[in-house]
């Protein structure tokens, strides 16, 4: 036993917390609290917040979990997904992803589109992902539209942010939307730029700037002054370096990659302009010419150089944010620390997107956290209890309904054509 783990003395949240927010004390954890690691550790949450214990009695009034020596971890955050955006992707009416025959592009928020209820959040809180990250795709635009983030309880009011960055998509996907090449993607970019930040003033006579319309102007403009964050889809090494050119043209934008497969190639220059990256790990073959440096080593060269790194699962980005711990695990196959695996999927991502409170169990963080079976990173551990904001969740979902309903089927409940 290495000692008991105490956690200092915190304020009152200034987060709205469920109403029925347990008040718990786990003990005998193996606690990971997002950075460094624990045994035999106590942690006590009241009113949907870590809190201080002295080491003494448990205060009253709080429910004693016994984790019998079981990992527990901040909730994970699946940072850039669709989930929630798209139940079924070839059926269009199901599909709020992009809108080709929309007249709008910065302005499409993807708030108005997320359903709690959809079957993959369910999915994806039952693997210990507790927070997600919607993206917009792109379609005809540059610009996709405005991204959130929700919790995964599955409840009405799950969205923990709205609006929380616009997403760009540069390099060979801009390129072909912006006109065929990538000249014309940056101009396009640098028009819009600056449309948004002269917004209102240049659209005083007319509705139409040189690259956005007055609504787009409007989205837009908050990102275009640094007071939101721009999320930029970039693969290659060059075209990289033209967005850390453009922080030096415009210091105050807030920038994060995601996708970077030769984000190693440029790891030092991204360190030193302090632009966070979010990749897959599993995503380290050369697939496209813009990605022809893809290399299983680019997660633990990027870490290495002092880039902030957050990790994602890319393929099937609407179905599958769940496998975001297997991308960790791959990760740290190829090479990463297991703590700085962790870190990208917990931590990271929280300070990219500016959750406070999220990634982490220390004190005053929320009471995201999930109990293990195992070593999460494990492909072979799941979760055995999910806490959000405190409020201990259910572990089922459609698909386990259907698996129990089936498992041991009384043979006289079965339809009649199934009978024989």
């Known amino acids: 036993m290495i000692g008991k783990f105490t956690i200092l003395a915190t304020a009152a949240s200034a987060l709205v917390l469920g109403a029925i927010a347990q008040d718990i004390a786990i003990e005998n954890a193996k606690l990971w609290d997002g950075s460094k690691l624990t045994e035999d550790a106590t942690i006590v949450i009241r009113d949907g917040k870590v809190v201080a214990w002295d080491d003494g009695a448990l205060p009253d009034g709080v429910e004693a979990i016994d984790a019998e020596g079981a990992w527990v971890t901040p909730g994970i955050i699946a940072s850039f ?9 070839a059926e269009d009416s199901t599909n709020d992803t992009v809108a080709p025959a929309s007249p709008y592009s910065a302005a499409l928020d993807m708030s108005d589109a997320f359903n709690p209820s959809a079957a993959m959040i369910d999915m994806t809180r039952l693997e210990g992902v507790t927070r997600i990250v919607v993206a917009p795709g792109i379609s005809s635009s540059l610009i996709g539209g405005q991204g959130l983030v929700a919790d995964t309880s599955g409840t009405p009011d799950s969205i923990t942010k709205s609006k929380a960055f616009t997403y760009i998509n540069l ?11 990538r000249p014309a993607a940056w101009a396009k970019l640098r028009a819009a730029l600056g449309d948004a930040r002269t917004y209102p003033a240049r659209y005083i006579t007319s509705s139409d700037g040189d690259a956005l319309n007055r609504i787009d102007a409007q989205a837009f403009s908050a990102a275009a002054r640094g007071q939101q964050l721009i999320l930029i889809g970039v693969s290659r090494a060059s075209d990289i370096r033209q967005v850390i050119a453009l ?11 995601v996708g970077a497969q030769e984000g190693w190639m440029v790891a030092d220059e991204l360190a030193a302009a302090d632009i966070p990256v ?13 990605n022809l440096g893809a290399t299983q080593k680019n997660a633990r060269r990027l870490i290495e150089a002092g880039v902030k790194t957050a990790f994602y699962y890319s393929d099937d980005a609407s179905h599958q944010a769940r496998l975001t711990l297997q991308s960790a695990g791959n990760a740290v196959g190829s090479g990463v620390d297991f703590e700085d695996a962790m870190r990208a999927i917990t931590s990271a991502p929280a300070e990219i ?10 004190t005053g963080s929320a009471g995201d956290l999930v109990i293990w079976d195992g070593d999460p990173l494990e492909v072979m551990s799941a979760p055995t209890r999910v806490f959000i904001d405190g409020e201990e969740q259910t572990m089922e979902s459609r698909q386990t309904k259907l698996r129990d309903r089936y498992l041991d089927l009384d043979e006289s409940e079965k339809p009649l054509a199934y009978r024989r």
């Open 278 to 290: 979010i990749i897959d790990p599993f995503d380290n073959l050369p697939s496209r010419f813009e």
């Open 353 to 362: 997107f500016g959750l406070d409170g999220y990634g982490s169990l220390t």
């Open 81 to 89: 997904t669709q989930a929630g955006i798209v139940e079924v992707g």
């Open 171 to 181: 390099g060979e996907a801009g390129a072909g939307v912006s006109g065929g090449s």
């Open 247 to 257: 922080t030096e043209q415009y210091p105050n934008l807030k920038i994060a990659l």
